[in-house]
T-cell receptor, first 118, second 114 residues
Framework: GAVVSQHPSWVICKSGTSVKIECRSL??????MFWYRQFPKQSLMLMAT?????????EQGVEKDKFLINHASLTLSTLTVTSAHPEDSSFYIC??????????????FGPGTRLTVL | AQSVTQLGSHVSVSEGALVLLRCNYS??????LFWYVQYPNQGLQLLLK??????LVKGINGFEAEFKKSETSFHLTKPSAHMSDAAEYFC????????????FGTGTLLAVQP
């Protein structure tokens, strides 16, 4: 149980284009989903927290107009990188927190999406 | 504010040797603490978590961690390393009653030598 999927697992795009990454909780409903960015050999940096049906909360320094987050249902959140540039190349990981409230703040992580912007 | 410090960005052990990965936390309230493992180009997998039920927590793959409030530590151990344990390990802290947000340490890369 508690499986989170991400699609695509990797994507290559041209500079200036937009890329959408999907995060789904497959066997549970998620109150909250999180988006992280990870640079090579570094830790995870929280980009934003999204709650179903409301606007995402972005961490300081993260451009909300560049990284659009939509949390349309209790099992799906999407991250759209708009007008991508080479510096946006990174490993993007999502996670989901179950709705049942007994998870002790536990998050279940997706497998990540490798974005390369040429 | 909460924070996590992982001492040692790289740890190398021989196969069969004890694994000890260090994690110290800072929190103004009793925290929840987690250890995650990440294999190359993959997401994070939960190894174990501390939620105050017991100070010695046993996780998957033979790992365990002990919560020591006096030392503000939550070190991860495994009695005998296996080649398959080679991966990146992250310690994380979360504040009780908060919005599930996790604060991660910088990670420790574990290498296991044959």
């Amino acid at each position: 149980g508690a499986v989170v999927s991400q699609h695509p697992s990797w994507v290559i795009c041209k500079s200036g284009t937009s890329v959408k990454i999907e995060c789904r909780s497959l066997d549970f409903q998620a109150t909250t989903m999180f988006w992280y960015r990870q640079f090579p050999k570094q830790s995870l940096m929280l980009m934003a927290t999204s709650n179903e049906g409301s606007k995402a909360t972005y961490e300081q320094g993260v451009e909300k107009d560049k990284f659009l987050i939509n949390h349309a249902s209790l099992t799906l959140s999407t991250l759209t990188v708009t007008s991508a540039h080479p510096e946006d190349s990174s490993f993007y990981i999502c996670s989901a927190a179950p709705i049942d409230g007994s998870s002790y703040n536990e998050q279940f992580f997706g497998p990540g999406t490798r974005l390369t912007v040429l | 504010a909460q924070s996590v410090t992982q001492l040692g960005s790289h740890v190398s052990v021989s196969e069969g040797a004890l694994v000890l990965l260090r994690c110290n936390y800072s929190s103004s309230v009793p925290p929840y603490l987690f250890w995650y493992v990440q294999y190359p180009n993959q997401g994070l997998q939960l190894l174990l978590k501390y939620t105050s039920a017991a100070t010695l927590v046993k996780g998957i793959n033979g790992f365990e961690a002990e919560f020591k409030k006096s030392e503000t530590s939550f070190h991860l151990t495994k009695p005998s390393a296996h080649m398959s344990d080679a991966a990146e390990y992250f310690c994380a802290v979360s504040e009780r009653g908060a919005t599930n947000k996790l604060i991660f340490g910088t990670g420790t890369l574990l290498a296991v030598q044959p």
